[in-house]
């Protein structure tokens, strides 16, 4: 089955700096790729998603890359704020009759004032 | 739009004794997961459903956990008996279902403490 690598495990940045997590998937066969992010003590939410067909996806100060020949693909943030403090999971499913979403260990990113 | 409900929040037993957690999905989602969240690490898939019929429960230890959803909409998952490596947090999610892929709509959580 599939299985998701994801590092670093903890991340510390200065706020305004840029912060990169990093992620690798097992099955080829997976061709979306989520990431959530997750507060102290809430729930998992999706801040941005890729599918297979495209390489790069920005939402304002997120975006996603994904190189589907090396099985791996990026979170960047930029211009961090303290607010961007949280766990983040990457994730990978496969396009098809049932959705299977299966998570990363997941990296704690602190961004300090 | 109401969210994923879950209950209860919190639960605390001791080992041996049995759980039982509850989760109504956002109406009209066909697709309902249940993943178990223990302390520092990702969510791993327990069990999922589409309307009411199990389409994988690979991970979902059988022989202590089991779960149900009756006419396809709010499901339980029970454990029993309860071991001390069973404290997690059973986070519930849903999602509009079959050939849909995106976003996965999380519940606020069941935290488990067994002792």
């Known amino acids: 089955g599939e299985n998701v690598e994801q590092h670093p495990s903890t991340l510390s940045v200065q706020e305004g700096d840029s912060a990169v997590i990093k992620c690798t998937y097992s099955?080829?066969?997976?061709?979306?790729f989520p990431w959530y992010k997750q507060e102290l003590g809430k729930r998992p939410q999706l801040i941005i998603d890729i599918r297979s067909n495209v390489g790069e996806k920005k939402d304002q100060r997120i975006a996603v890359t994904l190189n589907k020949t090396a099985k791996h693909f990026s979170l960047h943030i930029t211009e961090t704020q303290p607010e961007d403090s949280a766990v983040y999971f990457c994730?990978?499913?496969?396009?098809?009759?049932?959705?299977?979403?299966?998570f990363g260990p997941g990296t704690s990113l602190s961004v300090i004032p | 739009e109401a969210g994923v409900a879950q209950s209860p929040r919190y639960k605390i037993i001791e080992k041996r004794q049995s759980v039982a957690f509850w989760c109504n999905p956002i109406s009209g989602h066909a697709t309902l997961y249940w993943y178990q969240q223990i302390l520092g690490q990702g969510p791993k898939l327990l069990i999922q459903?589409?309307?009411?019929?199990?389409?994988?429960d690979s991970q979902l230890p059988k022989d202590r956990f089991s779960a149900e959803r009756l006419k396809g909409v709010d499901s339980t998952l029970k454990i029993q008996p309860a071991k001390l490596e069973d404290s997690a947090v059973y986070l519930c999610?849903?999602?509009?279902?079959?050939?849909?892929?995106?976003?996965?709509?999380f519940g606020e959580g069941s935290r488990l403490t067994v002792l």
């Open positions: 099955d080829s066969a997976s061709n979306y």
């Open positions: 999610a849903s999602s509009p279902g079959q050939g849909y892929t995106g976003e996965l709509f």
């Open positions: 994730a990978a499913s496969i396009l098809a009759s049932y959705d299977k979403v299966i």
């Open positions: 459903f589409q309307n009411n019929g199990v389409v994988d």
